[in-house]
T-cell receptor
Framework: DAGVIQSPRHEVTEMGQEVTLRCKPISGHDYLFWYRQTMMRGLELLIY????????DSGMPEDRFSAKMPNASFSTLKIQPSEPRDSAVYFC?????????????FGPGTRLTVT | AQKVTQAQTEISVVEKEDVTLDCVYETRDTTYYLFWYKQPPSGELVFLIRRNSFDEQNEISGRYSWNFQKSTSSFNFTITASQVVDSAVYFC?????????????????FGKGTKLTVNP
C-alpha cells in the first residue's frame, strides 16, 4: 500500500505568491495532520482533521494559512501571500482510529523556500 | 501544558558503541502516550514506538530498547551496538490529553530532537 503522498517535494517561490501544498493520506485513514518543521521551532502541529472535518487549527500561524480536506483522500495547505519566514519543511501525516493503533504515518514532506 | 525536553542536541559515537537518547516530559495528565520517531537524512519521519502511561515495562526490539520511568518522567531510548545506518535525528513526542477522549489519534507535542551521528 502506498504511504502518505505529498506534492510538490520542493517548492521555491517569491514573497507574496500563493503556495499550495497537497497531501494524499493512506487509504482508510480518518485522521490527517499538517506539521511544519523549522530549525528554530522544531516540529509543530498546524492543523488536523478527523473524517474531513477540521478539529484543531490552533497551530495555524495566521490568517495567511488555510487548510482544506474536501474528501477522505485529499487535503491542501495554502499560504497566501507567502513570506520568507514561511520557509520550512511541511509534513502531512495520517492515522486511523483503530484498536491499539495510534501511529501517525508521515509523508516525505514538502520543502518550501520563499525568497 | 505538555512539554517534551530532549536535552542532547547532538551526539556522536563510533560504530558498535551503545548510546542512550534522553527524553523528559511534562504533563498533568494521568493518561497519556509517549512516542519515538526517527528522521534519517532523507527527511521522512519513521515511527519507532508508542507507550501508554500505564505500561512501564521496558521494551526491546532488536538493538533498540526503551526505558519508561514515570517517577522521573523520562522515556529514554538506547541503541545497542550502534551502526552507521542509525545516524538520524530522533524525536520524542507526547500526546495531548485533550484529544484522548476522542479515541484513536492524538495531538502530538514533539521534542526538539537529538541528532545522532554514528561514525565508522
Amino acid at each position: 500500500d502506498a504511504g502518505v503522498i505529498q506534492s510538490p517535494r520542493h517548492e521555491v517561490t517569491e514573497m507574496g505568491q500563493e503556495v499550495t501544498l497537497r497531501c494524499k493520506p493512506i487509504s482508510g485513514h480518518d485522521y490527517l495532520f499538517w506539521y511544519r518543521q523549522t530549525m528554530m521551532r522544531g516540529l509543530e502541529l498546524l492543523i488536523y482533521f478527523n473524517n474531513n472535518v477540521p478539529i484543531d487549527d490552533s497551530g495555524m500561524p495566521e490568517d495567511r494559512f488555510s487548510a482544506k480536506m474536501p474528501n477522505a483522500s485529499f487535503s491542501t495547505l495554502k499560504i497566501q501571500p507567502s513570506e520568507p519566514r514561511d520557509s520550512a519543511v511541511y509534513f502531512c501525516a495520517s492515522s486511523f482510529e483503530g484498536e491499539g493503533s495510534y501511529e501517525q504515518y508521515f509523508g516525505p514532506g514538502t520543502r518550501l523556500t520563499v525568497t | 501544558a505538555q512539554k517534551v525536553t530532549q536535552a542532547q542536541t547532538e551526539i556522536s559515537v563510533v560504530e558498535k558503541e551503545d548510546v542512550t537518547l534522553d527524553c523528559v516530559y511534562e504533563t498533568r495528565d494521568t493518561t497519556y502516550y509517549l512516542f519515538w520517531y526517527k528522521q534519517p537524512p532523507s527527511g521522512e519521519l519513521v515511527f519507532l514506538i508508542r507507550r501508554n502511561s500505564f505500561d512501564e515495562q521496558n521494551e526491546i526490539s532488536g538493538r533498540y530498547s526503551w526505558n519508561f520511568q514515570k517517577s522521573t518522567s523520562s522515556f529514554n531510548f538506547t541503541i545497542t551496538a550502534s551502526q552507521v545506518v542509525d545516524s538520524a535525528v530522533y524525536f520524542c513526542a507526547l500526546s495531548d490529553h485533550a484529544y484522548l477522549t476522542q479515541g484513536g489519534s492524538e495531538k502530538l507535542v514533539f521534542g526538539k530532537g537529538t541528532k545522532l551521528t554514528v561514525n565508522p
